[in-house]
């Protein structure tokens, strides 16, 4: 019940050996000394006065007049009304100088140049921020989006933002692994994506990684490491994004156009009924015994006589 109060307390304003000289005063009817509320709370002496004088300031505690005289806690229905009332002040006053700060700083800054060419490099860890900045970065493009894609994918398969992108007249360009044709979780999709307008190959090899160019300006490439974990950066950096252009077209030129035959596969499949019955036939072969090495020879032999020694021939005839 102590902790709980203590963290309440806290949650008021107070520090945590504020809230708990407080409420160790609070437990006492006639005070105590500096000395006697260090021993009651285990906090060093030449910390405690700090915070009594803490205390003090916020209304939370009195101190009585002359030299070594004692401390004593405000009662509460005093005291924390006290201390809303202090922190709404405070808060009041913060609000006060962020107003004229502001304007002070606005004539020293800068103009913003949003035809400026920025240089950023950020390192995005969270898988769910660097969704969030493909499907921003994917809404802010106004002529190309090219992708290198490796299986899986990283963020919402559906992707409004490319059928957003591509409406506006955004160029879509991906070069798939071919492994993405076989990725249950990508196959479902591919049809749909290039029905609605996305240019799609497949390169028969690994790509070297994951990429997404925008408007050969801005950047995300993953970066994995051998154990699968790895953070992606985002880079804002035009020559960058042309020599990373290049790299893309190459792949491209090399990649195969998405199957025609595929599309219609792909959005028909049915599950194959007769599978059951293959795993069971596999099942059933596996536990049929199987004839021993010595039982087949003997039946060949049977079979074929010219194939024993002379003398067992002889001796079969008589």
């Not at 102590?2 to 963290?7: I, S, T, W």
């Not at 106004?142 to 007249?169: T, Y």
């Not at 049809?191 to 925008?214: Q, V």
């Amino acid at each position: 019940m102590r902790a709980l109060h203590r963290l309440e307390l806290e949650e008021l304003g107070l520090s945590s050996s504020e809230a708990q000289v407080y409420l160790a005063l609070l437990r006492t009817s006639g005070g105590l000394g500096a000395s006697a509320v260090a021993s009651a709370t285990g906090i060093q002496r030449t910390a405690i006065y700090p915070i009594l004088d803490a205390l003090l300031e916020k209304g939370m505690v009195e101190r009585g007049a002359g030299y070594g005289s004692r401390f004593t806690a405000v009662a509460p229905k005093r005291a924390l009304p006290s201390l809303i009332a202090r922190e709404k002040e405070e808060l009041a006053n913060r609000e006060r100088l962020a107003g004229e700060l502001a304007d002070k700083l606005e004539l020293v800054a800068e103009p913003f140049d949003p035809n400026a060419e920025v240089e950023v490099i950020q390192v995005l860890r969270d898988p769910r921020l660097v969704a969030e900045r493909f499907e921003r970065l994917e809404l802010e493009a106004e002529r190309v989006i090219e992708i290198f894609c490796k299986p899986p994918v990283i963020g919402r398969l559906d992707n409004p933002a490319q059928a957003k992108a591509m409406r506006r007249g955004v160029r879509v360009r991906s070069v798939y692994e071919c492994s993405a044709l076989n990725d249950p979780a990508l196959e479902p999709h591919l049809p749909k994506w290039i029905a609605a307008g996305e240019e799609a190959r497949f390169y028969d090899g690994e790509l070297p990684h994951k990429l997404a160019l925008f408007d050969r300006q801005s950047i995300l490439m993953p970066l994995v490491t051998p154990k699968g974990q790895g953070s992606t950066l985002f880079i804002r950096h035009p020559q960058l994004g042309m020599s990373l252009g290049m790299l893309f077209d190459s792949f491209w030129q090399r990649a195969k156009p998405f199957p025609a035959n595929r599309a219609g596969s792909m959005s028909k499949r049915k599950p194959d009924k007769r599978q059951p019955d293959l795993q069971k036939a596999r099942l059933t072969a596996k536990a049929r015994p199987q004839p021993s090495l010595s039982a087949d020879l003997e039946q060949k032999v049977h079979s074929k006589p010219e194939l024993l020694p002379e003398k067992h021939r002889q001796h079969k005839q008589t």
